[in-house]
């Protein structure tokens, strides 16, 4: 379900792919949710196990959303994760022993043991490494495309992500602002879960949903079931391809429920029970994997296969990660940037 919130217009019709695409599509991005649950509650049980330092943040409900994030970047695209984008950052490329290492502060991770374990990301790959200040990420994503414009590249896209309290801020407020004023390819997904932490909705906005926002900024606006895969995948897939051919910022709107607390540490006992029950609240992973039994897209051992292979590969990540050494003070130079001087070349 897509709501065009720009001028009142109303979205496209396409032509529907190939059924066989659509199928191996929807499969893949089962494979990306699956992949992030099952990481995701080995985490939790390392964090309680004592043997993770620092906070746990889960995406469990969000998997829908954040896989159809990371699938339809293409290279040169940026992408732009928060804390409940696993499943995203997995599609995007991130490997899954980058995650493990920077949990377990192994030194051959990409934060080199040194930084908090949500913070991770590599640049140069235009993953960019996530900024705990809510709302933060979008004027950085802005800056970045900004950038590559200036540098002449064409055809990229920009893609990153928020929660409903984070666009509460007011770096999400300029960010959303300059990105429509200078018209770069930009689409944000939003996805409300509900909850800011423990403040619920009807205090952090008073419109009816945060895609009427989008008229407002001059985006394009969709809002959809975060727990339905398909619709994930269609309204995010649109709004990367509308952005790629320079239609005005995308702005997509995800309904769901925080399947958890805001980390680990929180027991989420301020959500009421009657809230679990609304549709919105419903478990992604196991919505899809009712969608892909009842229309034999894969059998029940074929879904068993494919649990038991994702946990070995999360298990070996963790047992490598477990060999590896902590930051060594002494062997460190602990400065902050990636290079000793301001400027690269040390003639200058």
């Given at each position: 379900?897509?709501?065009?919130?720009?001028?009142?217009?109303?979205?496209?019709?396409?032509?529907?792919?190939?059924?066989?695409?659509v199928?191996?599509?929807?499969?893949?991005?089962?494979?990306?949710?699956?992949?992030?649950?099952?990481?995701?509650?080995?985490?939790?049980?390392?964090?309680?196990g004592?043997?993770?330092?620092?906070?746990?943040?889960?995406?469990?409900?969000?998997?829908?959303?954040?896989?159809?994030?990371?699938?339809?970047?293409?290279?040169?695209?940026?992408?732009?994760?928060?804390?409940?984008?696993?499943?995203?950052?997995?599609?995007?490329?991130?490997?899954?022993?980058?995650?493990?290492?920077?949990?377990?502060?192994?030194?051959?991770?990409?934060?080199?043991?040194?930084?908090?374990?949500?913070?991770?990301?590599?640049?140069?790959?235009?993953?960019?490494?996530?900024?705990?200040?809510?709302?933060?990420?979008?004027?950085?994503?802005?800056?970045?495309?900004?950038?590559?414009?200036?540098?002449?590249?064409?055809?990229?896209?920009?893609?990153?992500?928020?929660?409903?309290?984070?666009?509460?801020?007011?770096?999400?407020?300029?960010?959303?602002?300059?990105?429509a004023?200078?018209?770069?390819?930009l689409?944000?997904?939003?996805?409300?879960?509900?909850w800011?932490?423990?403040?619920?909705?009807?205090?952090?906005?008073?419109?009816?949903?945060?895609?009427?926002?989008?008229?407002?900024?001059?985006?394009?606006?969709?809002?959809?079931?975060?727990?339905?895969?398909?619709?994930?995948?269609?309204?995010?897939?649109?709004?990367?391809?509308?952005?790629?051919?320079g239609?005005?910022?995308?702005?997509?709107?995800a309904?769901?429920?925080?399947?958890?607390?805001?980390?680990?540490?929180?027991?989420?006992?301020?959500?009421?029970?009657?809230?679990?029950?609304?549709?919105?609240?419903?478990?992604?992973?196991?919505?899809?994997e009712?969608?892909?039994?009842?229309?034999?897209?894969?059998?029940r051992?074929?879904?068993?296969?494919?649990?038991?292979?994702i946990?070995?590969?999360?298990?070996?990540?963790?047992?490598?990660?477990?060999?590896?050494?902590?930051?060594?003070?002494?062997?460190?130079?602990?400065?902050?940037?990636?290079?000793?001087?301001?400027?690269?070349?040390?003639?200058?």
């Amino acid at each position: 379900m897509l709501q065009a919130a720009r001028r009142g217009k109303k979205s496209s019709s396409k032509k529907a792919a190939p059924k066989a695409a659509v199928h191996e599509r929807f499969l893949e991005a089962f494979r990306w949710m699956l992949l992030a649950r099952t990481l995701e509650d080995k985490l939790r049980s390392l964090y309680r196990g004592g043997m993770i330092v620092g906070g746990v943040y889960l995406g469990r409900g969000q998997e829908a959303v954040s896989a159809a994030c990371g699938m339809f970047l293409k290279k040169g695209d940026v992408f732009g994760p928060l804390i409940r984008d696993q499943a995203g950052r997995s599609a995007f490329g991130e490997p899954l022993l980058d995650v493990v290492r920077t949990y377990l502060g192994s030194v051959k991770g990409p934060m080199r043991g040194r930084d908090g374990n949500i913070h991770r990301g590599r640049p140069r790959e235009n993953q960019l490494a996530m900024i705990s200040h809510l709302g933060a990420m979008i004027p950085v994503m802005v800056g970045k495309l900004l950038a590559k414009r200036m540098k002449g590249e064409k055809g990229f896209v920009g893609l990153t992500t928020l929660g409903e309290g984070g666009m509460q801020t007011g770096a999400s407020h300029e960010g959303l602002n300059i990105a429509a004023v200078e018209q770069v390819p930009l689409v944000v997904v939003v996805t409300n879960n509900h909850w800011a932490y423990s403040t619920p909705n009807e205090r952090e906005f008073a419109c009816a949903n945060l895609v009427d926002r989008a008229i407002g900024y001059g985006y394009e606006g969709h809002k959809i079931e975060g727990t339905d895969l398909n619709q994930c995948l269609d309204a995010i897939e649109t709004a990367v391809k509308r952005a790629r051919a320079g239609r005005p910022p995308q702005l997509v709107v995800a309904e769901v429920l925080r399947l958890a607390g805001h980390g680990e540490h929180d027991d989420a006992s301020y959500v009421p029970q009657e809230m679990k029950g609304q549709p919105f609240a419903e478990d992604p992973v196991a919505r899809t994997e009712k969608f892909i039994l009842e229309n034999s897209l894969m059998t029940r051992d074929e879904l068993q296969q494919l649990r038991t292979e994702i946990a070995k590969q999360v298990d070996d990540a963790v047992a490598t990660a477990q060999q590896e050494d902590a930051p060594h003070a002494r062997e460190e130079d602990w400065r902050s940037m990636s290079t000793q001087q301001l400027i690269d070349n040390p003639s200058v």
